[in-house]
């Protein structure tokens, strides 16, 4: 079950890139989770994931050389969750649904990625630490920086873009 999950059902397994296809998986999921109980069971769902992933991602790492596995991916699942957190509310805030922001949607994939990747800062404090932690609060933390871009982008595209 451990496996299942820090895979994400397998997409983990897709080559090359499986951060970049367990990101992209997340994307459907959420749009479901906010469909079913908007910003509300988006958020549950996001501290629900991020706490099975570090549960299973604990269990993986036993008696493993390597400490962060390609094929573990349910941290980037956890990380995109987070960095679309701006694009839920926004959805409930203005009454529309999830794809309607599809730019924010975008903007969350890839600043998601770019911090993921890039390591900056805190993401790559995080991502230097031991054990589930070291899986996990990267990703967390670059979709918290995400989530600041998506917010940040959002405001821009209203205010100055888009004014009225």
């Known amino acids: ?47 629900a994931i991020a706490a099975i992933g570090w549960w299973a991602v604990t269990r993986e790492l ?25 694009v839920s509310y926004g959805a409930v805030f203005a009454g529309v649904g999830f794809l309607d922001l599809w730019p924010g949607i975008v903007t969350a994939f890839l600043a998601f990625r770019l911090f993921d990747i890039w390591k900056p800062g805190p993401v790559g404090w995080a991502d230097r630490q031991e054990g589930a932690m070291g899986v996990m609060a990267d990703d967390l933390i670059a979709g918290w920086l995400a989530a600041l871009v998506v917010a940040v982008f959002a405001v821009v595209a209203h205010l100055v873009l888009i004014p009225g």
């Open 1 to 47: 079950m451990s496996r299942l999950i820090a895979t994400f059902g397998g997409v983990g397994d897709l080559r090359p890139a499986p951060g970049t296809w367990g990101s992209a998986a997340a994307l459907p999921l959420a749009w479901a989770v906010h469909a079913l109980g908007g910003f509300w069971l988006f958020a549950i769902a996001t501290f």
């Open 62 to 86: 036993q008696g493993s050389a390597d400490k962060d596995p390609s094929e573990i991916v349910i941290d980037e699942v956890a990380g995109m969750f987070v960095a679309l957190w701006p």
